[in-house]
Every structure is written in structure tokens, then in C-alpha cells.
């Protein structure tokens, strides 16, 4: 993503057309933002122990860096060991693209929904570019003019399945639509020319929903 490439500019040793990554979903791409401690198998596999994922190994996040020639990204709420040269992730298990209410509170989703990500990501725009300015940093560092803007429209459906109206449901999803549409419209508006919108498989299907909403047949 271009951020006043005229100053800013991201070193790119990787062969891939990509200098940055910068993130915004949800457990599907959660790489540490999460407000608890995942307990095992969380992780078993990859590092051997809880790495902040919502996986025994990696997420769709890491495997998209790799293949892109990119470190893993750091998670931007992450305080230790971070490092925001190729991108940031935004991600935090739980979250929603819809603005957190009485309802998705009460679900027990992540606080941190898609409207508080973007102020996050303008304040990280906004602080990287007075530091630079400042000279407080020497990097010769471009934020890509392209990025991935991951908004995973996964975890709330299947609790709206057992709480809405098909009716409303319909008008939920609207919602979501259109709420999305706007979030490409302002990253675009920020220089972004590249987008992955990943969405989530079939929701019977996924584990977690198996056991908290058993089929009733």
C-alpha cells in the first residue's frame, strides 16, 4: 500500500511483486492479536507450543507471506518481539466487519470489529510517517501500493443462525456487503490496488460449530 511513496519506501528482498501485507480479519488470520493465551493443541504443531494462533500450526496469513517471500507478520497489538518492515496484522480472533452491539457483545466476539482496525491502521499510517519526518528511524521503507485486506465474513454467522429471523438475516448480510464495500473503497482511497477478500467455508462444517450447535436431526 502506498503511503507517500515520494518518502516512504519498504526495502523489498523478496522476488514477489509484494513489498507488504497489511491484514484485517478475523481467527482465520489472528497471528497474536488475541487478548487470551491459546491453550494447546494451539500451536502443537508448528512451534510446540502456543503461538497465537487459532491452529496447531499456521494460518492462511503465514502461508500467503511465505509463498510471497515475506517474514510472518507481526500482529499490531502484539507488544513484544514485533516488527512492522513488511506489513501489519490487524486480525484479532472473534472479530466482526458490523460495529460491536448489545447482540455480537453478548456472542462474545472480539471488541476490536473492522471500523476500529481502520483507525488502527491510520494511526500506525499516521505515527510511521511522523517518525520518519522526524528521523527518528532510518529505513528506506515503501508500504507496498498494494495489500491484503483480509475481512473474513466467518465466526458470527453461526450464532446469528440461532438468534435472527431469515428476514433478518438477509438485512444482516446486507449490512456486512455493504459494510465491506466500503472498507475496499477507503484502503483503495489510501493507495491500496491489491485486495484478497477471504471468506470462510461451509459453517456446518467447521468443528466448533459441530459441537456448540449439534444437528438436531
Known amino acids: ?60 496469513l503465514d502461508f500467503l507471506a511465505e509463498k510471497l517471500g515475506l517474514p510472518f507478520l507481526s500482529a499490531y497489538l502484539n507488544s513484544m518481539g514485533t516488527n512492522f518492515r513488511y506489513g501489519a496484522n490487524f486480525a484479532t480472533g472473534g472479530s466482526t466487519i458490523q460495529p460491536l452491539d448489545a447482540r455480537i457483545f453478548e456472542g462474545g466476539f472480539s471488541p476490536i470489529s473492522l471500523d476500529i482496525k481502520f483507525l488502527q491502521f491510520e494511526q500506525f499510517k499516521a505515527r510511521t510517517e511522523e517518525l520518519y519526518i522526524e528521523d527518528v528511524i532510518r529505513i528506506d521503507c515503501e508500504y507496498s501500493r498494494k495489500i491484503t485486506g483480509s475481512a473474513v465474513l466467518r465466526n458470527r454467522f453461526p450464532q446469528l443462525l440461532h438468534r435472527l429471523t431469515e428476514e433478518q438475516l438477509k438485512v444482516s448480510v446486507s449490512g456486512i456487503i455493504y459494510r465491506l464495500v466500503q472498507a475496499v473503497e477507503t484502503l483503495y482511497q489510501h493507495g491500496a490496488r491489491a485486495f484478497w477478500i477471504h471468506n470462510t467455508g461451509p459453517i456446518r462444517c467447521l468443528p466448533y460449530s459441530i459441537i456448540y450447535y449439534p444437528p438436531k436431526h
Open 1 to 60: 500500500m502506498t503511503l507517500q511513496p515520494q518518502r516512504l519506501r519498504i526495502v523489498n528482498t523478496n522476488d514477489s511483486d509484494f513489498p507488504a501485507i497489511f491484514n484485517f480479519g478475523d481467527s482465520n488470520t489472528d497471528t497474536c492479536g488475541t487478548f487470551h493465551r491459546l491453550p494447546l493443541p494451539n500451536g502443537d504443531t508448528y512451534l510446540h507450543k502456543p503461538s497465537g494462533r487459532y491452529s496447531d500450526g499456521l494460518v492462511v
